[in-house]
């Protein structure tokens, strides 16, 4: 009996153990990338990615080959899609590695066009973006985790998202973006990212979003106007 006992504990642990970090391993190679080559305010050292881009392709290939299904958890798949248009957009820009801005590519398109497969589908960046992760996960958060690899975009985060990790840092994305610099917030008058303008059917009332973050309390009938979007490319100087 008590073997029995033992084993059935054993058993519960490991599952537990898998279940709490279900897509760590898949998602290690891209953290340490990250961490090698992305600073802390989310510039991008892209010359010194390039030499390691064998070590991206080989994740984004890893990526193709488990593409989260029904059964995965929302955790598990949201990090996953993270990852994979933050990481695809990283492998854009070294494709075309120098450039100076993301909106050089593709005659100011570069969203638009299927190269990515995933699976036995083909995917552009706006298909992971406006056909899976927003109508499906139905998160303004998300906005200030993905990255179009420009300076008035929200930072690269210098590490991976995974199932664990996922919502302390979208939080905490989210509440860096808007107190940072790249929103001026007054009590009754706001100057904000385009990205409040451009999604704005995801947040709603945008005054009562930024209110839950934001330092400074911000009036309902605030007046607000949105700052010029800098496309220039993230890189590190």
């Not at 090698?36 to 080989?58: A, F, H, M, P, W």
């Not at 973006?129 to 109508?135: L, S």
């Not at 990205?195 to 704005?200: L, Q, S």
Request: net charge positive; charged share 25%.
């Amino acid at each position: 009996m008590k073997i029995i006992l033992t084993i059935l504990m054993t058993f519960s642990s490991v599952c537990f153990a898998q279940k709490s970090k279900p897509d760590d391993g898949l998602h290690q190679p891209f953290d340490n990338l990250l961490q090698k080559y992305v600073r802390t305010t989310g510039q991008v050292d892209y010359s010194g990615l390039k030499q390691d881009e064998n070590i991206l392709d080989k994740y984004l290939n890893d990526l193709s080959k488990n593409v989260p299904d029904n059964s995965s958890g929302r955790n598990v798949s949201l990090a996953y899609w993270i990852n994979a248009y933050n990481a695809f957009t990283l492998k854009l820009i070294l494709e075309n590695y120098p450039v100076k801005s993301i909106n050089d590519l593709y005659k100011g398109k570069p969203w638009d066009v299927k190269w990515i497969n995933l699976g036995s589908k083909k995917y552009s960046l706006n298909n992971i973006e406006n056909d899976i992760i927003r109508p499906v996960h139905k998160d303004a958060r998300i906005h200030f985790v993905l990255n179009c690899a420009a300076v008035s975009c929200p930072p690269l985060l210098n590490k991976a998202f995974t199932a664990n990790n996922l919502e302390a840092l979208m939080e905490s994305r989210t509440r860096n973006f808007i107190n940072s610099t790249a929103n001026e917030l007054g009590s009754t008058k706001v100057k904000i990212s385009k990205v409040f303008d451009w999604y704005k059917k995801d947040f709603g009332d945008v005054i009562t979003f930024i209110n839950r973050y934001s330092k400074t309390k911000i009036s309902n009938n605030a007046l607000i106007s949105y700052k010029e979007y800098n496309w220039n490319l993230n890189k590190s100087k």
